[in-house]
């Protein structure tokens, strides 16, 4: 099994900061990309920033700017840098994770969410 544990959420008023931290342990051989979504009340879940093993990135149009993503392949650990954070910011954020298990199955996985509110 994988787990993918996330830190850091909380309440912050606009224009504060957050860094959120996820991390990855059990049965892992490899990670590939590694990335943040978020989920807004009545919303669906959607794309935040991801990050390939090699270390490239990709954000959704949104949040280019305002948010890093980065990552310790040493220590199979993602995180993301939130700045200049907006109530419209307000989510549940999930890491996930695009793994091959110590089984030879690949498959992504999922952190159980963090809480981040921004109030105005």
């Known amino acids: 099994q994988v787990q993918l544990v996330e830190s850091g959420g909380g309440l912050v008023q606009a224009g504060g900061s957050l860094r959120l931290s996820c991390a990855a342990s059990?049965?892992?051989?490899?990670?590939?990309?590694m990335g943040w979504y978020r989920q807004a009340p009545g919303k669906q879940r959607e794309l935040v920033a991801t990050?390939?093993?090699?270390?490239?990135?990709n954000y959704a149009d949104s949040w280019k700017g305002r948010f890093t993503v980065s990552r310790d392949n040493l220590k199979n650990t993602v995180h993301l840098q939130m700045n200049s954070l907006k109530p419209e910011d307000t989510a549940v954020y999930y890491c996930?994770?695009?793994?091959?298990?110590?089984?030879?199955?690949?498959?992504?996985?999922w952190g159980q969410g963090t809480q981040v509110t921004v109030s105005s």
């Open positions: 990050i390939t093993s090699g270390g490239s990135t």
């Open positions: 059990g049965s892992i051989l490899g990670l590939y990309a």
């Open positions: 996930n994770a695009d793994v091959m298990t110590t089984s030879y199955s690949r498959r992504e996985y």
